[in-house]
């Protein structure tokens, strides 16, 4: 997943802890295995080369997973789509490095586009997509899914205090550290990272943030996010950041890169229709109303001017 997975936990030895570690990355490792488009052995990109051409029998998790992504589409009105994966390629984010396309490169790349050219049957336990050239990209919602996977597991095996995070984008809190209100966890101010904007005590919950310094990339003088609006096939301008608290990392990390594309105005009206959920937005407008805190606990502050 290009990240680097950490996990703290409590257990009541060493050799206890070092065998929850062992499970909770073993279990990673797997998603990574079933998920990463970057492997050509995987269960996706199995799906990505032969979905087009028929229905592609697939496991019950990958399945409720497209699922749950594809419902997050509806939810978003198409913010939130993985089958950016077209225009993922077109922009070249796949080699490190922005590249403007050309116009017709971008307009080939948008016809193969849109969550609802994957159609799924649940009975069958089959993906398919209505026309050829559709590239599945779980990036926006992969290292969430997997958080929520591993926890599942050190839960099972009766954890009740650990903090799983994937590149300092995605966090899940299981319970606190003793004597706790819960784990310490640090959005970053988007001008000066060695800063916080807002500090956050995680409970059962998870909090993922898109739009990482580390990720976006400058070309020509200006900058661009890898976060791509499905409906323009263009890279979101007027977001620097969004943070998202919620249920489980699979939440907090669609809703994320949905409300990176949807703005401000409009992150109101989706999370209206999710429980305990809460954001944080920077945009990059000058000086009024930079930051947009929704149902935000905790108090932020820092050099944003
Ligand atoms: P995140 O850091 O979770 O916001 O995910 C960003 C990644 O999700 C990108 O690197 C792409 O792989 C993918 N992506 C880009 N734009 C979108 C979008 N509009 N919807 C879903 N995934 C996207
Ligand atoms: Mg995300």
Redesign the pocket.
């Known amino acids: 997943m290009g990240t680097t997975v950490e996990i703290h936990l409590y257990a009541s030895t060493r050799e206890r802890a070092a065998a929850l570690f062992e499970a909770a990355f073993q279990e990673i490792e797997r998603v990574e295995q079933a998920l990463s488009t970057y492997r050509p052995t995987s269960e996706m990109s199995r799906i990505n080369a032969n979905a087009a051409r028929g229905p592609v029998v697939t496991d019950p998790e990958v399945l409720t997973l497209l699922d749950e992504a594809l419902d997050y589409s509806l939810r978003t009105d198409g ?4 089958t ?1 994966g077209a ?2 390629n077109a922009w070249g ?1 796949f080699r490190g490095h922005g590249r403007y396309p050309t116009a017709d490169e971008l307009s080939r790349a948008l016809a193969r586009v849109g969550w609802r050219n994957v159609i799924l049957d649940r009975a069958a336990r089959t993906v398919q997509f209505r026309k050829p050239g559709i590239a599945l ?1 779980l ?3 992969g ?2 899914f997997a958080l929520d996977r591993a926890a599942l597991i050190l839960r099972r095996h009766g954890v009740t205090a650990a903090l799983l995070g994937a590149g300092q ?2 966090y899940f809190a299981i319970g606190a550290p003793p004597d706790t209100d819960g784990w310490r966890v640090v959005v970053p101010d988007p001008d000066d990272p060695r800063r916080s904007l807002s500090t956050v005590w995680l409970r059962d919950r998870s909090l ?1 943030t ?3 310094a580390q ?1 976006s990339f400058e070309f020509d003088g200006k900058r661009y996010s ?5 409906r323009t096939g263009e890279p979101v301008t007027g977001m620097t950041q969004v943070t998202v608290i919620a249920r489980t990392a699979l939440e907090s ?1 669609a809703l ?3 409300l ?2 949807l703005g401000a105005d409009r992150a109101t009206a989706v999370l209206d229709h999710v429980d305990d959920v809460a954001a944080l937005l920077v945009t990059t407008r000058g000086t009024v109303d930079r930051v947009v805190a929704i149902a935000w606990g905790g108090s932020v502050g820092s050099s944003l001017k």
């Open positions: 913010a939130f789509d993985i950016v225009l993922v984010f990209d990036g926006g919602i290292k969430g984008s995605s993922s898109s739009g990482n990720k890898h976060i791509i609006d499905p990390d994320a890169t949905a990176f594309v």
